[in-house]
């Protein structure tokens, strides 16, 4: 028997108990329109493949770090400055994290202006934006693990904020906090959010997410002939083009990483006054910014009470956006969305900057 | 003529094949020579990070200071706590104290005077007793005091909790 | 008189603790000065030992008529005269039997010191106008020196002082300074008291003592100074200085440093147009250049061990390990203030030894630094490795996507189905 038909005989033997030649049939008839905005298409495979180097870095990363307070910082010092390539490990850590956000921003972004979430894909849509909720918990939850200066006194900060809810507002704080003000029950709070229930929360959802992009296929915008559109294989084609920017994806990462290691700071102490410049990361700083905006009384409502009810209603609108996308007659009110996608884009950029220069 | 020619055609073709060929196999290695040496760059750190390093205790709340035998009763000696000095004292066969050696004054190094049983800031003469109070001299805190521990014949110093 | 205050006294002493006290409840009804020391007293320590008026004012606190009980039949002496205040506390406070019973370590020579102060020597030549034992301690609510109310206590006490010696009238028939108090605030002293909370700093009585007041003679600055800071003293023992400056009129310490407002030392001090070297040492003169020279040895030593300081920082901060460089640099400091406090042999020789043994440190800490950012260097060496497999494999994987596409097997599969 030769090498050939041994291995046949091999892929044979696992695709009957398997079932892999259904896989390979769907994926045969995966395609991916070829068009202008296709490499907008890319963004959210980079943002699964960050996910994955998450993953891989905040397993290796649990291996080492102790959630307590009398040890958190200390073992987050001990992975970067005795444990070998620790501290290239937690900056990845940290670098992907970022990365992930902002990329899937660009991908928020980038369905929202091809139009990508009208019928009948309303559930990825609604799956995405689950998914970068739960990425933003993440970054909030992992903010704190390093229990250094700066990120004790911003989860203090957002916590602080998060009170103001109406109704729910305290009861929220201190399901966050595990008390009444930060400490050690926050910590390990937040270190069981960020490893046990959002990575399950999010794989659940990136599971949802992938399996309605299959169902539905790929979309294009609706400006296109959809009949003239031609398209390209996903496998191989497509898949290879994405493994390439993957790996450029790598590189850059592994070029933060060893140029700009992630800082350590200060190890926290509840009993100093908050530190000077005390911000939340950067994809908070737009919001942030907006209630340091906000008089502390609007009519005879809190400043931040106002600010989050108008967060709020913003987000409903915003999460809604593919039910209300449509007119009654079924034509897109495109001019509208991408009006309001430009706007928030402009924003969250605008407020952004400001946020951090101020 | 046109013999020739059809064999000249032939011979193109098949040079065209061979470098197609030689071109594919180009790519095959440069891929999976890319593959698997991208790969090995990315698990060598991992490998590495997996294992342990030599100092196994991930905070500086605990050190080693040496062994029993080492250090005769009535005398100190500094150890590395962190980043800091630590001072060690036998006071007696079996009574052990451990301070912060960094004086609370100008942040010189403590040592112990055995002549007088207490522990000595060669900076400006300040002394502490063996409790870690300030007993003369311009220190105007107490040293913090450390935790020791025998285990078998290892000495063990720690942060109190 | 003063007879009859002395039996007064031996008997009062003798009565402490009667029960009845008619003295605090007439006068607790009263307004104004006659009512105030019934408020205060409560927080007398004498009081609270069981001490009562009529202990230091005669008379019988069991009478309930007011006659009765301030007459002076009874020995009632009312207002003490500011002359008989010393003698008076002296009765008991010098009286080493009845001090055992309340305070048996108490010093009882408080009375003895006080006589040899200038306020009690203008005392004794019919000044009523100096401070007498209630000036300072207050008088009806006389509390512990430990009481941080108390106006002795070590925060309170440059105040208590002030309230005359800072009183330019006050002070203008005796012709001294008023401007101690105001200099004393400037000084490291107070701030080391205030701000850093040591109780010991000194204060205006750890130099010119208190029962005892008096300045310091001048042979005996030094010593005073040195009661404190011991090592600069030995140190300045050796000093060429300290057989110039025992004969003239100020002392050694206080001729650079000052007296009242003694700042913190900078380099300043040895060099450049305010220099204390300067009005003796000429510029260009052998003293003169050995200050400079000192001086170079200890803002070079300071600024080589910044350096090492930053450079470790840096390592640290790009998480190498630099821990044991670190505690080395602690020793590196430790010298620094070892060379500050040999400077005050005024030998160069003296200041040799932690000198070189810091900046040997500096040295030797600087390296480590830099070798620690040079391994740092070495990682982006492997990122540059792992960087060129990446775009190896970009490549290889471009070359196969084209060689794929022009095969005959092109992307396009028709038309897009969603």
């Known amino acids: ?358 | 003529m046109p013999v020739q020619e059809s064999s000249k055609q032939s011979t193109q073709r098949t040079d065209g094949a061979r470098a197609d060929r030689k071109r594919r196999s180009l790519v095959s290695w440069l891929l999976g020579g890319g593959v698997a040496a991208s790969l090995a760059s990315f698990f060598y750190p991992v490998v590495r990070f997996l294992n342990p390093p030599a100092a196994s205790e991930a905070s500086v709340n605990e050190v080693a200071a040496g062994r029993v035998q080492d250090l005769k009763p009535n005398s100190g000696k500094v150890v590395k706590f962190g980043n800091k000095p630590a001072l060690l004292v036998r006071v007696s066969e079996t009574e052990w104290k451990a301070f912060s050696a960094v004086c609370t004054h100008l942040n010189c190094t403590v040592q112990y005077q055995d002549g007088r049983q207490q522990i000595w800031c060669a900076c400006h003469n300040g002394f502490y007793d063996l409790n870690g109070a300030v007993v003369s001299g311009p220190p105007p805190r107490p040293l913090e005091e450390f935790a020791v521990h025998v285990r078998g014949d290892d000495v063990v110093i720690s942060r109190r909790a | 008189m003063r007879l009859r205050v002395m039996i007064l006294l031996a008997l009062s002493c003798a009565l402490a603790g009667a029960a009845k006290d008619s003295c605090a409840e007439c006068h607790a009804a009263l307004d104004g000065p006659l009512g105030r020391p019934a408020t205060l007293i409560k927080h007398d320590i004498h009081a609270a030992q069981g001490f009562s008026c009529a202990n230091c004012h005669g008379g019988d606190p069991t009478a309930d008529d007011p006659g009765e009980a301030m007459s002076r039949a009874k020995g009632f002496l009312g207002k003490v005269p500011r002359r008989l205040i010393p003698k008076m506390c002296a009765g008991c406070h010098s009286n080493p039997n009845v001090m055992r019973k309340y305070g048996p370590q108490q010093r009882v020579d408080q009375y003895e010191l006080y006589l040899t102060s200038i306020h009690g020597q203008r005392l004794a030549a019919g000044d009523e106008k100096v401070a007498t034992c209630i000036d300072c301690h207050s008088v009806h609510d006389i509390r512990k020196v430990k009481d941080g109310l108390a106006p002795v206590h070590p925060l309170r006490l440059p105040d208590t002082c002030g309230r005359c010696h800072a009183d330019r009238q006050r002070m203008a028939k005796y012709g001294i300074p008023t401007n101690q108090l105001q200099d004393y605030h400037k000084s490291v002293h107070w701030a080391a008291l205030t701000r850093r909370g040591d109780l010991s700093a000194p204060t205006c009585a750890s130099c010119h003592g208190n029962h005892g007041a008096k300045p310091p003679q001048v042979a005996s600055v030094a010593a005073v100074c040195g009661t404190c800071h011991v090592m600069h003293l030995e140190q300045y023992a050796k000093s060429p200085h300290q057989a110039v400056f025992a004969d003239t009129a100020t002392g050694g310490c206080t001729l650079c440093h000052s007296n009242h407002a003694i700042q913190h030392p900078t380099l300043a001090m040895l060099i450049g147009r305010n220099s204390v070297c300067a009005p003796c040492h000429e510029s260009g003169s052998e003293g003169a250049k050995t200050a400079v020279q000192m001086a170079e040895w200890l803002n070079g030593l300071d600024a080589a061990l910044q350096r090492s300081e930053s450079v470790l920082n840096r390592a640290e901060y790009y998480g190498m390990e630099v821990s044991e460089p670190q505690v080395r640099l602690h020793d590196g400091r430790e010298n620094l203030v070892k060379a500050r406090l040999a400077l005050h042999s005024f030998r160069p020789a003296e200041m040799h030894k932690p000198v070189n043994a810091g900046f040997a440190i500096a040295r030797e800490t600087l390296a480590a630094g830099e070798a620690a950012l040079r391994e740092k260097d070495i990682r982006r060496l492997g990122l540059a490795v792992s960087v060129v497999f990446i775009l190896v494999t970009m490549v290889a994987i471009w070359a196969l996507i084209r060689r794929l596409e022009r095969n005959g097997r092109v992307p396009d599969t028709g038309a897009a189905r969603g």
Do not use: C
């Open chain 1, 1 to 358: 028997m030769s090498a050939a038909e041994l291995r046949a005989r091999a892929a044979g033997w696992i695709d009957d108990r398997l079932g892999f030649g259904a896989v390979r049939e769907l994926m045969s008839h995966k395609v991916v329109p070829v068009h202008a905005a296709t490499p907008w298409y890319y963004f959210g495979g980079i943002t699964l493949f960050l996910f994955a180097i998450q993953i891989i870095t905040g397993i290796l990363l649990m291996l080492y770090y102790r959630p307590t307070v009398a040890e958190a910082f200390d073992s987050v010092q001990f992975i970067m400055t005795r444990v070998e390539f620790g501290w290239l490990i937690r900056s990845i850590h940290s670098w992907s994290a970022n990365l992930m956000i902002f990329v899937a921003f660009v991908h928020m972004f980038s369905v929202v202006f091809t139009h990508a979430y009208r019928a009948p894909r309303e559930l990825t849509w609604l799956s995405g934006i689950a998914l970068l909720g739960v990425m933003l918990a993440f970054g909030f939850s992992g903010y704190l693990l390093p229990w250094n200066q700066i990120s004790y006194f911003a989860t203090k900060v957002g916590t602080d904020v998060a009170a103001t809810t109406p109704a729910i507002g305290e009861a929220l704080a201190r399901f966050l906090r595990g008390g009444e003000d930060v400490g050690g029950a926050t910590l390990t709070r937040f270190f069981a959010f960020h490893v046990i229930v959002l990575p399950l929360a999010a794989m659940l959802l990136v599971g949802l997410h992938l399996l309605l992009i299959q169902k539905t296929g790929m979309s294009t915008p609706p400006w296109m002939d959809r009949s003239r559109v031609r398209t390209m294989k996903f496998f191989p084609n497509f898949f290879l083009r994405e493994l390439m920017v993957w790996y450029g994806a790598l590189a850059v990462l592994g070029a933060l990483a060893a140029i700009f290691p992630w800082e350590l700071g200060e190890k926290a102490d509840p009993f100093t006054s908050a530190p000077a410049g005390i911000r939340p990361e950067w994809y908070f700083l737009a919001q942030f910014y907006t209630l340091k905006l906000i008089p502390s009384h609007v009519w005879f409502l809190e400043g931040e009470m106002v600010g989050l009810l108008f967060f709020g209603i913003a987000a409903v609108v915003w999460v809604a956006l593919p039910f209300w996308a449509s007119n009654p007659d079924g034509s897109l009110r495109s001019r509208l969305v991408t009006g309001l996608g430009i706007f928030l884009a402009a924003y969250l950029a605008v407020f952004t900057v400001l946020g951090y220069v101020k």
